[in-house]
């Protein structure tokens, strides 16, 4: 069938929307119309890295209607109301375990280009476009395989639900799933954009004690405040490691970097107390850190956090009962304003873009 995607034909490239030919569903996938898709940062690296390879249909927090089920689909229906998100095996040692987000082979089927059978979907004249995240969700539809979809509570408006299956999620799944901080613990959270105050929203729900947010943006920093940080520092006018070590008396428990940025990384290891937990889920170079002073030495914890799917309708329940308005955080756009949205993410004027599709 012919669809309108935005294409992304080379490294650094704006997107063009164009048609291009989308096959039909194969067995144990689903046609999605696509109602919807958040803007990510990890699309942007995809376009100006190429950690995908090109051309390629971005996109990978699609919202949708499945249009159409291919043979072997018993969950779905036509009309279901679904998000998307990564692809996994599901049947590799750590997907049978309940550890899809880390699939032996992850980088495969989100960052390879393909489907999860290693064919395309996605062509345009006859050439191969590659699919990301086993999805390609900035297109007007999109082929995904039954795995990468959850159903979702029909009742709430679609359009907000997209960035549910990555950003979203990551930063209130690594705070309600993988630190679990305790009622009353400290917790700081670097980075306000959507995983950082997805995660304060969470810390709030647990009841922490202290939730300290770091960034470089006042405006975000007070959106933080509203949302239940309950200390904000600005990191290019404060000392963080000094300032919240005077605050907490030790350091904060529990930390989560959603920036990415080395020297960040590094004040979020040095501000935890001992035996303090630092989760990394910003997209991190390769970077240097003191192993004795700022991990070892103080019995520190440095992990990578992924955050899996089921978690999503957890989420919206939160949301419909106001303890997680993550529709603060969102700002829409039509799909042929896909190159502002970006630009708009960039410079910080938008936490969470999304595009409606149609």
């Given at each position: 069938m012919k669809i309108k995607a935005a294409v992304t034909h080379g490294q650094g490239q704006d997107f063009t929307l164009e048609e291009v030919d989308l096959a039909a569903a194969k067995a144990n996938e689903v046609l999605v119309k696509i109602v919807a898709t958040g803007v990510c940062h990890t699309d942007a690296v995809a376009r100006d890295a190429a950690i995908a390879p090109l051309p390629a249909v971005l996109g990978h927090e699609g919202a949708g209607i499945i249009e159409d089920i291919g043979e072997g689909v018993t969950r779905f229906a036509k009309g279901d109301h679904v998000v998307l998100s990564f692809a996994h095996c599901g049947h590799c040692d750590n997907c049978l375990t309940g550890h899809p987000a880390v699939c032996e082979t992850f980088n495969d089927l989100n960052f390879g280009g393909v489907n999860d059978d290693y064919t395309h979907r996605l062509s345009q004249d006859g050439e191969q476009l590659s699919t990301f995240f086993g999805q390609s969700s900035f297109g007007t539809f999109a082929v995904v395989h039954e795995r990468n979809v959850v159903k979702v509570d029909p009742d709430v408006d679609l359009a907000l639900l997209g960035p549910l299956g990555c950003g979203i999620q990551t930063g209130a799944g690594t705070v309600l799933n993988k630190l679990k901080p305790e009622?009353?613990?400290?917790?700081?959270?670097?980075?306000?954009?959507?995983?950082?105050?997805?995660?304060?929203?969470?810390?709030?729900?647990?009841?922490?004690?202290?939730?300290?947010?770091?960034?470089?943006?006042?405006s975000r920093l007070e959106l933080a405040k509203e949302l239940g940080a309950t200390h904000a520092f600005n990191g290019l006018k404060t000392n963080?490691?000094?300032?919240?070590?005077?605050?907490?008396?030790?350091?904060?428990?529990?930390?989560?970097?959603?920036?990415?940025?080395?020297?960040?990384?590094?004040?979020?290891?040095?501000?935890?107390?001992?035996?303090?937990?630092?989760?990394?889920v910003g997209v991190t170079p390769e970077m240097t850190i003191d192993v004795h002073n700022d991990l070892m030495a103080e019995g520190k914890t440095m992990m990578g956090v992924i955050v899996p799917n089921v978690f999503i309708p957890q989420l919206v329940e939160y949301y419909k009962a106001g303890l997680f308005p993550f529709d603060k955080l969102v700002k829409f756009y039509d799909f042929d304003q896909i190159n502002e949205a970006f630009e708009a993410s960039k410079k910080g004027e938008a936490i969470k873009p999304i595009l409606r599709v149609q």
């Open positions: 009622f009353g613990s400290t917790i700081a959270i670097y980075g306000a954009g959507a995983v950082g105050l997805s995660a304060v929203m969470a810390a709030k729900i647990v009841g922490c004690k202290m939730i300290i947010v770091v960034d470089v943006n006042d963080v490691v000094e300032e919240i070590k005077k605050l907490t008396k030790c350091g904060n428990k529990y930390a989560i970097d959603t920036t990415g940025v080395p020297p960040v990384v590094r004040q979020c290891l040095q501000a935890l107390r001992p035996l303090g937990v630092a989760a990394i």
